[in-house]
């Protein structure tokens, strides 16, 4: 690099040390891509790291996390979503190219001129889906995409519309505006008038959706359980200790591996206002092992029993919202006046609850993705209300699909490690403090022993 003769040395250190340093390996290890990013400390940055390889569909099998005064190392072993070492050279490229900045310009989003994006917040129920779809259908909004999550009776619902007749922003005529946020807001509210039902509207595109719609269930406080009973037993182990020694709390978490786990993890943490110094990611066939060592950004670790169960509430309930269970429903067709109101009215009628969703129109195809089942509990849909909204809909265009989930290899057997677990071993007595951080250490190649 060739640096400006105006600069002296002590100005050039500094250019180093706020521009990441970005390498990808695929000649380290056998099964999965390196990337290694390393920079000064800005708070957020991993989540944005971990944002970008998510969005590319990646799978992070393992991973370390350390930093040192406001400089930091981040090592990720990643894979395609078949479980195979990155081979596209286009998609290496994109990768050093986004990691490669100087501020936090992940996913700067592209002018949307002509669209309004509406936030919907409030009490989940069947049907509710469907009522809103219907408000904007009745108000001439075209949906040019949404979505949607539930969560423990709470809702959270992304829109992007704009006027159906003149493709104009709907925020350009206040009145119009006006009436769009009310009828939404008594739609939310329900007949009941049930509280705590929010909307709010904005010009200005939304930079990433997955990351706005955890803010938004967040600041919902969807993480509070009203009853004993709300807790599965499935539910993520979550443990947190103070290591009071080096003036960290350890988070340790172990769950059902999935694609954007750990993005989801890091959303909460930061939202939290909570900072990871060091930190292990590890991954045992189908089993999911996190640990990270985190302080508040004033310096200071967790400090109250009430804190504690605030933290490990809010990372059950980040890893939950996305993992909600359901029949997956592919939905593509031509795109017409009305289209996701219909479908959405036809899933109610026929007994089924939208849990997740997410939709998009492009041209004059419409497509998305629905969860559904029979109850807010999640029992299973009843094959035979599937088959009836297929036909209604037509089965050509609203098709059943499998998960899809990335490809696991158990690394059991591999070096020894009796501590490997299957599915259903997960349980609260996850770690020893620092013994998966430094054994992990080992395994990235970073020491050579972990004696």
């Not at 949307?112 to 919907?120: C, D, R």
């Not at 904007?136 to 619902?157: E, P």
């Not at 829109?159 to 119009?176: A, E, F, H, N």
């Not at 209300?385 to 057997?413: C, F, H, M, N, W």
Request: charged share 25%.
């Amino acid at each position: 690099m060739e640096w400006p003769s105006c600069l002296n040395e002590y100005e050039k250190l500094i250019i180093r040390m706020d521009t990441p340093r970005v390498v990808i390996d695929n000649a380290v290890c056998p099964t999965a891509t390196l990337v290694k990013v390393d920079s000064a400390r800005k708070h957020g940055i991993l989540l944005e790291a971990v944002q970008v390889l998510t969005d590319l569909n990646l799978s992070i099998k393992k991973a370390y996390i350390s930093s040192d005064g406001r400089w930091f190392m981040d090592v990720f072993h990643v894979t395609d979503q078949f479980g195979r070492k990155l081979a596209d050279d286009s998609v290496i490229s994109y990768l050093e190219q986004s990691l490669d900045m100087k501020e936090h310009d992940f996913h700067r989003p592209d002018s949307a001129e002509g669209l309004t994006v509406l936030e919907l917040t409030g009490a989940d129920r069947p049907g509710l889906l469907s009522e809103v779809f219907a408000v904007l259908a009745d108000l001439c909004c075209g949906v040019v995409d949404a979505k949607v999550w539930t969560h423990n009776g709470r809702i959270a619902c992304l829109v992007t519309v704009k006027d159906k007749l003149s493709g104009c922003p709907i925020d350009g005529d206040p009145q119009q505006l006006h009436h769009v946020e009310s009828r939404l807001r008594h739609v939310l509210k329900g007949d009941h008038g049930v509280c705590g039902a929010r909307t709010a509207v904005s010009s200005i595109p939304v930079a990433h959706t997955d990351r706005r719609l955890h803010q938004m269930m967040f600041s919902d406080r969807d993480y509070e359980r009203h009853s004993p009973s709300a807790a599965s037993s499935t539910s993520p182990a979550v443990s947190v200790q103070n290591w009071v020694e080096k003036g960290y709390s350890v988070v340790a978490v172990q769950c059902r591996d999935r694609p954007k786990l750990l993005f989801d993890v890091m959303c909460t943490l930061t939202d939290m206002e909570y900072v990871v110094f060091h930190g292990t990611i590890d991954t045992d066939g189908d089993v999911a092992h996190q640990e990270f060592y985190i302080r508040h950004k004033d310096g200071s670790p967790i400090s109250s029993e009430a804190e504690r169960q605030r933290m490990i509430q809010c990372l059950q309930a980040a890893i939950e919202r996305r993992a909600t269970e359901g029949i997956r429903l592919e939905l593509c067709i031509e795109d017409r006046a009305g289209l996701f109101s219909e479908v959405t009215r036809t899933f109610r009628e026929n007994g089924l609850l939208v849990t997740r969703a997410e939709v998009s129109t492009k041209g004059d195809t419409a497509s998305g993705v629905f969860y559904v089942t029979s109850d807010a509990a999640g029992q299973p849909a009843d094959p035979k209300a599937v088959d009836a909204v297929r036909q209604r809909i037509g089965a050509d265009y609203l098709t059943v699909k499998e998960e899809q989930r990335p490809q696991y290899r158990s690394k059991a057997g591999d070096d020894g490690d009796e501590e490997a677990q299957s599915s259903g071993g997960v349980g609260i007595g996850l770690f020893y403090l620092g013994n998966l951080f430094w054994r992990n250490l080992y395994n990235l190649g970073l020491i050579k022993s972990c004696s």
